[in-house]
Each structure stands twice: as C-alpha cells, then as structure tokens.
C-alpha cells in the first residue's frame, strides 16, 4: 500500500513545504482545489474509494511501518485484515509498478528514491507522525534538484509514464514557492 501513495506523498511534499494549517486532509475532497489537480486521476479514484473503517486499517498498520521489510509484507498485512481493502490496494500497487518497469534505469533510480521517501512520509503521517516543516521542504527541494539532474532521456521516459508528476517539476509557480520557501 506504501508504494501506490507514495509518488503522490512524495510529491505532495512539494505542497506540504508551504506554509499552511496543521490539519492534514483526512478526505480527498478535503484537499485543495490546486494540490488535487497534481494527483493522477487512478490514484485520486483510489483514494475517493476508501472506506473510513480501511483508513482505519491502514492507520493501524501504518503504527507499525518500520517492522515491514517491504511492500509485499504490508500488502499481506493489509489482507490479513481487509480483504477489500487489499484489492484496492494490489491494484493501484500494480498499476504503479508497472508504470515503473518501463522506465530507463535512469528514471527508475529516480523513481525509486522518490518512492522510498514518499514511504516513509506517508507511512509517518499513516502512524501520527507528522514529519517537521523543515523535513518537508528538504525532500521536496531534494527531488526537484535530482529531477533538474536527469538526463533528456530520463525526463522524457518520466513525462511518458508520470505526466501529472512531470508537470509538477516543471511549474514555474511551484518552483518559485519552493525556492521561495527553501532558499
């Protein structure tokens, strides 16, 4: 389950590196207006389709993150104690994934660095754990820096499979908040 929430995690730091309110959006339509137009429309739907009792689950789980060696792990565990939710789950883990090996290796790296931040933050918001402001911001200017990094090729297999998430590294109005906030 970490992996299918975790480019958007990721990304979303980003959002989550301006100054905003100490809430965190419990509900999809919760979110605002102009970070929900960052989230894939698979993901978004993923998103509007779980239940309260399986975000219950997942919080339950997600207090435990670091005892899961890696996703299949967590996905068993999701099973054990919500077979719909798992469903769910598999199939968004599924779509990302493949999404992922067809990227270059080069885009691939990338990827998985970001996937395995955006873990471990959407794991620590999951358990209660709201990771610092500064910690934020950090992860966000970190993947902007690595994306600048990439070579034409890699950007480009990255744009085929994540052109959301490309758009996201190439706004000028989010670079400038970001600069804004970080530098």
């Known amino acids: 389950m970490f992996r299918q929430f975790a480019l958007v995690a990721a990304f979303a730091c980003v959002a989550l590196a301006m100054p905003r309110p100490d809430a965190v959006p419990e509900n999809f339509e919760d979110i605002p207006a102009e970070y929900k137009a960052m989230i894939p429309d698979e993901v978004a739907q993923h998103l509007k389709d779980v239940t309260p009792e399986e975000k219950a689950v997942l919080k339950e789980l997600a207090k435990n993150y670091k005892d899961y060696k ?5 996905l068993e565990a999701i099973k054990a104690k919500s077979p719909s939710l ?16 067809k990227l270059g290796t080069e885009a691939r790296a990338f990827v998985k660095e970001v996937l395995a931040d955006g873990r471990k933050i959407h794991a620590q918001y ?32 990255f744009k085929e499979q994540f052109p959301i998430l490309t758009s996201v590294f190439q706004n000028d109005k989010i670079q400038a908040l970001v600069d804004k906030y970080i530098n």
């Open 126 to 157: 999951l358990a209660g754990e709201k990771p610092s402001l500064e910690t934020l911001k950090t992860s966000a200017k970190t993947h902007i820096d690595a994306y600048k990094k990439l070579s034409d090729e890699a950007k480009t297999q």
């Open 86 to 101: 798992h469903e769910k789950a598999q199939k968004l883990h599924n779509l990302i994934k493949d999404k992922v090996e």
């Open 70 to 74: 890696n996703e299949d792990e967590f």
